[in-house]
Antibody, heavy 120, light 108 residues
Framework: EVQLVQSGAEVKKPGESLKISCKGS????????IGWVRQMPGKGLEWMGI????????RYSPSFLGQLTISADKSISAAYLQWSSLRASDSAMYYC?????????????WGQGTLVTVSS | SYVLTQSPAVSVAPGKTARIPCGGD??????VHWYQQKPGQAPVAVIY???DRPSGIPERFSGSNSGDTATLTISRVEAGDEADYYC???????????FGGGTKMTVL
Protein backbone atom coordinates (compact mmCIF):
# COMPACT_ATOMS: atom_id res chain seq x y z
CA GLU A 1 0.00 0.00 0.00
CA VAL A 2 1.38 3.38 -1.01
CA GLN A 3 1.70 5.96 1.75
CA LEU A 4 2.93 9.53 1.93
CA VAL A 5 4.72 10.31 5.17
CA GLN A 6 5.30 13.95 6.04
CA SER A 7 7.85 15.45 8.40
CA GLY A 8 6.81 16.49 11.90
CA ALA A 9 5.30 19.67 13.27
CA GLU A 10 7.48 22.77 13.28
CA VAL A 11 7.57 25.89 15.46
CA LYS A 12 9.53 28.75 13.95
CA LYS A 13 10.09 32.47 14.40
CA PRO A 14 9.30 35.05 11.72
CA GLY A 15 12.17 35.43 9.30
CA GLU A 16 13.49 31.89 9.81
CA SER A 17 13.78 29.39 7.00
CA LEU A 18 12.06 26.02 6.83
CA LYS A 19 11.96 22.92 4.62
CA ILE A 20 9.33 20.25 5.16
CA SER A 21 9.26 16.88 3.44
CA CYS A 22 6.89 14.31 2.02
CA LYS A 23 8.18 10.80 1.32
CA GLY A 24 6.46 7.99 -0.48
CA SER A 25 6.68 4.44 0.79
CA UNK A 26 5.44 1.09 -0.44
CA UNK A 27 5.57 1.99 -4.11
CA UNK A 28 7.76 3.79 -6.60
CA UNK A 29 6.21 7.21 -7.15
CA UNK A 30 8.64 8.30 -9.85
CA UNK A 31 5.80 8.68 -12.36
CA UNK A 32 3.68 10.69 -9.96
CA UNK A 33 2.98 14.33 -9.35
CA ILE A 34 3.24 15.48 -5.72
CA GLY A 35 1.17 18.52 -4.82
CA TRP A 36 1.22 20.75 -1.76
CA VAL A 37 -1.98 22.05 -0.19
CA ARG A 38 -2.31 24.67 2.54
CA GLN A 39 -5.10 24.70 5.07
CA MET A 40 -5.21 27.66 7.40
CA PRO A 41 -7.05 27.23 10.72
CA GLY A 42 -10.77 26.83 10.10
CA LYS A 43 -10.40 27.41 6.37
CA GLY A 44 -10.53 25.44 3.15
CA LEU A 45 -7.95 23.72 0.97
CA GLU A 46 -5.62 25.90 -1.12
CA TRP A 47 -3.45 24.48 -3.88
CA MET A 48 0.10 25.79 -3.64
CA GLY A 49 1.96 23.94 -6.37
CA ILE A 50 2.85 20.56 -7.80
CA UNK A 51 6.00 18.77 -8.94
CA UNK A 52 6.57 15.74 -11.17
CA UNK A 53 8.98 13.39 -9.42
CA UNK A 54 10.37 12.00 -12.66
CA UNK A 55 11.86 15.26 -14.00
CA UNK A 56 11.01 17.93 -11.36
CA UNK A 57 8.65 19.78 -13.72
CA UNK A 58 7.00 22.23 -11.30
CA ARG A 59 3.85 24.34 -11.48
CA TYR A 60 2.96 27.00 -8.92
CA SER A 61 -0.32 28.59 -7.96
CA PRO A 62 -0.22 32.31 -8.80
CA SER A 63 -1.10 32.95 -5.16
CA PHE A 64 2.13 31.31 -3.97
CA LEU A 65 4.56 31.96 -6.83
CA GLY A 66 7.71 33.57 -5.46
CA GLN A 67 6.71 32.90 -1.84
CA LEU A 68 8.18 29.39 -1.55
CA THR A 69 10.06 26.67 -3.41
CA ILE A 70 8.95 23.15 -4.26
CA SER A 71 11.61 20.55 -5.01
CA ALA A 72 11.97 16.79 -5.27
CA ASP A 73 14.40 13.90 -4.98
CA LYS A 74 13.17 11.10 -7.22
CA SER A 75 15.78 8.67 -5.88
CA ILE A 76 13.88 8.50 -2.58
CA SER A 77 10.39 9.43 -3.86
CA ALA A 78 10.40 12.64 -1.83
CA ALA A 79 9.07 16.14 -2.35
CA TYR A 80 9.87 19.25 -0.34
CA LEU A 81 8.30 22.60 0.47
CA GLN A 82 10.69 25.35 1.46
CA TRP A 83 10.46 28.91 2.76
CA SER A 84 13.45 31.25 2.96
CA SER A 85 11.80 33.72 5.33
CA LEU A 86 8.68 32.70 7.21
CA ARG A 87 5.89 35.04 8.22
CA ALA A 88 3.25 34.62 10.89
CA SER A 89 0.69 34.24 8.10
CA ASP A 90 2.44 31.02 6.99
CA SER A 91 1.09 29.30 10.11
CA ALA A 92 -1.08 26.51 8.78
CA MET A 93 -1.42 22.79 8.17
CA TYR A 94 0.36 21.69 5.00
CA TYR A 95 -0.61 18.53 3.17
CA CYS A 96 1.17 16.74 0.36
CA UNK A 97 -0.84 14.56 -2.00
CA UNK A 98 0.00 12.41 -5.00
CA UNK A 99 -1.47 12.21 -8.48
CA UNK A 100 -0.45 8.92 -10.08
CA UNK A 101 -0.96 9.82 -13.68
CA UNK A 102 -2.01 12.91 -15.59
CA UNK A 103 -2.67 16.26 -13.92
CA UNK A 104 -6.39 15.91 -14.67
CA UNK A 105 -6.42 12.89 -12.37
CA UNK A 106 -7.26 13.47 -8.74
CA UNK A 107 -5.14 13.13 -5.63
CA UNK A 108 -5.12 9.41 -4.88
CA UNK A 109 -3.01 9.56 -1.75
CA TRP A 110 -2.63 12.20 0.96
CA GLY A 111 0.02 12.68 3.59
CA GLN A 112 -0.96 13.10 7.23
CA GLY A 113 -0.15 16.81 7.22
CA THR A 114 2.58 18.97 8.74
CA LEU A 115 1.55 21.72 11.15
CA VAL A 116 3.70 24.82 10.87
CA THR A 117 3.48 27.48 13.56
CA VAL A 118 5.28 30.79 13.06
CA SER A 119 5.34 32.99 16.12
CA SER A 120 7.72 35.37 17.82
CA SER B 1 -8.41 32.30 -12.86
CA TYR B 2 -10.91 29.47 -12.87
CA VAL B 3 -13.26 29.54 -9.87
CA LEU B 4 -15.23 26.71 -8.26
CA THR B 5 -18.16 27.85 -6.14
CA GLN B 6 -19.59 25.77 -3.30
CA SER B 7 -22.29 26.59 -0.78
CA PRO B 8 -20.67 27.02 2.66
CA ALA B 9 -22.98 24.64 4.47
CA VAL B 10 -25.72 22.07 4.08
CA SER B 11 -27.77 20.22 6.67
CA VAL B 12 -29.48 16.89 6.18
CA ALA B 13 -31.38 14.44 8.36
CA PRO B 14 -30.13 10.87 8.77
CA GLY B 15 -31.45 8.56 6.07
CA LYS B 16 -32.13 11.42 3.66
CA THR B 17 -30.23 12.43 0.54
CA ALA B 18 -27.65 15.22 0.49
CA ARG B 19 -26.75 17.02 -2.72
CA ILE B 20 -23.64 19.18 -2.69
CA PRO B 21 -23.21 21.33 -5.81
CA CYS B 22 -19.98 22.72 -7.22
CA GLY B 23 -20.37 25.50 -9.77
CA GLY B 24 -17.89 26.53 -12.44
CA ASP B 25 -17.93 27.95 -15.95
CA UNK B 26 -18.55 24.96 -18.27
CA UNK B 27 -17.38 22.63 -15.52
CA UNK B 28 -19.05 19.83 -17.49
CA UNK B 29 -16.08 20.04 -19.86
CA UNK B 30 -13.68 19.34 -17.01
CA UNK B 31 -12.96 16.31 -14.82
CA VAL B 32 -14.15 16.81 -11.24
CA HIS B 33 -12.90 15.07 -8.11
CA TRP B 34 -14.47 15.20 -4.65
CA TYR B 35 -12.78 14.94 -1.26
CA GLN B 36 -14.16 14.38 2.21
CA GLN B 37 -12.36 15.87 5.20
CA LYS B 38 -13.35 15.06 8.75
CA PRO B 39 -12.11 17.21 11.68
CA GLY B 40 -8.45 16.67 12.42
CA GLN B 41 -7.93 14.36 9.44
CA ALA B 42 -6.40 14.62 5.99
CA PRO B 43 -8.79 14.73 3.03
CA VAL B 44 -9.87 11.48 1.38
CA ALA B 45 -11.18 11.10 -2.16
CA VAL B 46 -14.80 9.98 -2.37
CA ILE B 47 -15.41 10.53 -6.11
CA TYR B 48 -12.92 10.59 -9.01
CA UNK B 49 -13.49 11.51 -12.64
CA UNK B 50 -16.95 12.97 -12.07
CA UNK B 51 -18.61 9.66 -11.15
CA ASP B 52 -16.13 6.96 -10.05
CA ARG B 53 -15.92 5.74 -6.47
CA PRO B 54 -12.50 4.78 -5.10
CA SER B 55 -12.16 1.41 -3.49
CA GLY B 56 -13.72 1.38 -0.03
CA ILE B 57 -16.13 4.26 -0.61
CA PRO B 58 -19.77 3.23 -0.09
CA GLU B 59 -22.16 3.09 -3.04
CA ARG B 60 -24.18 5.77 -1.25
CA PHE B 61 -21.70 8.28 -2.67
CA SER B 62 -22.20 9.28 -6.30
CA GLY B 63 -21.31 12.15 -8.58
CA SER B 64 -22.52 13.89 -11.70
CA ASN B 65 -21.20 16.69 -13.88
CA SER B 66 -22.92 18.66 -16.60
CA GLY B 67 -23.13 22.22 -17.82
CA ASP B 68 -22.01 24.63 -15.13
CA THR B 69 -22.57 22.35 -12.12
CA ALA B 70 -21.04 19.19 -10.71
CA THR B 71 -22.87 17.50 -7.86
CA LEU B 72 -21.87 15.12 -5.11
CA THR B 73 -24.84 13.10 -3.92
CA ILE B 74 -24.85 11.16 -0.67
CA SER B 75 -27.81 8.82 -0.27
CA ARG B 76 -29.10 7.44 3.03
CA VAL B 77 -26.94 9.88 4.95
CA GLU B 78 -25.32 8.59 8.14
CA ALA B 79 -23.90 10.47 11.11
CA GLY B 80 -20.43 9.38 10.04
CA ASP B 81 -20.81 11.32 6.77
CA GLU B 82 -20.63 14.62 8.65
CA ALA B 83 -17.59 16.37 7.17
CA ASP B 84 -16.34 19.08 4.86
CA TYR B 85 -16.56 18.26 1.16
CA TYR B 86 -14.39 19.83 -1.53
CA CYS B 87 -14.60 19.67 -5.31
CA UNK B 88 -11.44 19.95 -7.41
CA UNK B 89 -10.45 20.28 -11.07
CA UNK B 90 -7.31 20.77 -13.12
CA UNK B 91 -7.64 23.94 -15.19
CA UNK B 92 -5.61 22.91 -18.22
CA UNK B 93 -6.06 26.32 -19.88
CA UNK B 94 -4.03 28.00 -17.15
CA UNK B 95 -2.07 25.04 -15.82
CA UNK B 96 -3.55 25.39 -12.34
CA UNK B 97 -5.24 23.06 -9.89
CA UNK B 98 -8.37 24.49 -8.29
CA PHE B 99 -10.33 23.58 -5.17
CA GLY B 100 -13.81 24.74 -4.37
CA GLY B 101 -14.25 26.60 -1.11
CA GLY B 102 -15.74 23.56 0.58
CA THR B 103 -19.18 22.66 1.95
CA LYS B 104 -19.65 21.73 5.57
CA MET B 105 -22.28 19.00 5.80
CA THR B 106 -24.06 18.66 9.12
CA VAL B 107 -26.15 15.61 9.90
CA LEU B 108 -29.09 16.70 12.02
Amino acid sequence: EVQLVQSGAEVKKPGESLKISCKGSGHNLINSWIGWVRQMPGKGLEWMGIIYLGDSDTRYSPSFLGQLTISADKSISAAYLQWSSLRASDSAMYYCAAIQGDLVDGFHIWGQGTLVTVSS
Amino acid sequence: SYVLTQSPAVSVAPGKTARIPCGGDNIGDKTVHWYQQKPGQAPVAVIYYDTDRPSGIPERFSGSNSGDTATLTISRVEAGDEADYYCQVWDSDRGHLVFGGGTKMTVL
